[in-house]
């Protein structure tokens, strides 16, 4: 209180915004998830700690509603908001995360030059991530282990939208072996195991590799029936599995507009 932070009722309130904002992302009710962390920003005016929170968890909303440039004007706030930080690794681990998300939005638009300078900030950042613990500030919006899937699904999407695509099947290996070594597989982790298999199955029909191409899009399928597609993709999926490779190549570009990056 003398330092002028905000007193515990604030606290109380600005924790119990964030849950609800995750309960409300987790749900992909995103508009309420938004909201909720909007409030939790202006309730954390005074916490320092907070609002970097605060900031990602709304840019993942915007980013998940495709409203791009409202959330790279957010998150270039958040940025400059953990720019006053001390040195650290809680910083470098929360400037990793504001990359990871910009370099998504820029990607999800077709802008990968620019989303390539935040992709070598990353690989400098990475180890950081691995080493965070579970006090880490992050955590309130996401688990540092699976920001670091995040960031290889980033890479991923550079690489497939600049062609390079056995670079794009390297990131996917590395990123499927990483949440396999998870102590536990969260519906995020499955949530972003479903599309990194979507992209290694379109790398490995453009190669021509379609008996690989078949084996993911049969874990593709596995994962989307559980719980996260729809009946009209899994049709799609159905055909993905019986049409000639050409014409599931085709019916994939296709879905792949259909499938958001759902962070």
């Known amino acids: 209180l003398l330092r002028g932070g905000p007193d515990l009722q604030d606290r109380r309130t600005i924790s119990s915004l964030l849950l609800l904002a995750k309960a409300y992302a987790g749900k992909e009710c995103f508009d309420a998830a938004r909201e909720a962390y909007r409030r939790a920003r202006d309730a954390a005016e005074k916490d320092n700690l907070s609002r ?12 998940a509603r495709e409203k791009h440039t409202e959330a790279r004007e957010i998150l270039r706030q958040g940025s400059a908001c953990v ?42 950042l990475v180890t950081v991530l691995g080493e965070s613990k579970g006090s880490s500030v992050i955590c309130d919006w996401m688990e540092p282990q699976l920001l670091i899937v995040l960031v290889y699904l980033a890479h991923i999407l550079y690489y497939f939208i600049s062609g390079s695509t056995s670079k794009a099947l390297a990131y996917t290996d590395k990123g499927l072996h990483f949440i396999k070594s998870l102590k536990e597989e969260t519906s995020l982790a499955v949530k972003l195991k479903s599309h990194i298999f979507h992209y290694k199955a379109l790398c490995q029909l453009i190669g021509g590799k379609y008996s690989g191409a078949l084996d993911d899009l049969s874990q593709l399928f596995l994962i989307c029936r559980q719980r996260y597609v729809s009946s009209r993709h899994l049709a799609s999926f159905h055909l993905l599995l019986v049409l000639p490779p050409e014409y599931a190549l085709l019916l994939l570009i296709v879905s792949l507009g259909t499938l958001r990056v759902v962070c």
């Open 52 to 63: 970097p929170v605060c900031f990602l968890g709304e840019a993942q909303c915007l980013i």
């Open 83 to 124: 720019g006053q930080w001390e040195e650290g690794n809680e910083r470098k681990r929360l400037s990793a995360a504001f990359s990871t998300l910009m370099a998504l939005s820029l990607l999800l638009t077709g802008q990968a030059k620019e989303a390539k300078k935040h992709l070598k900030q990353l690989q400098q």
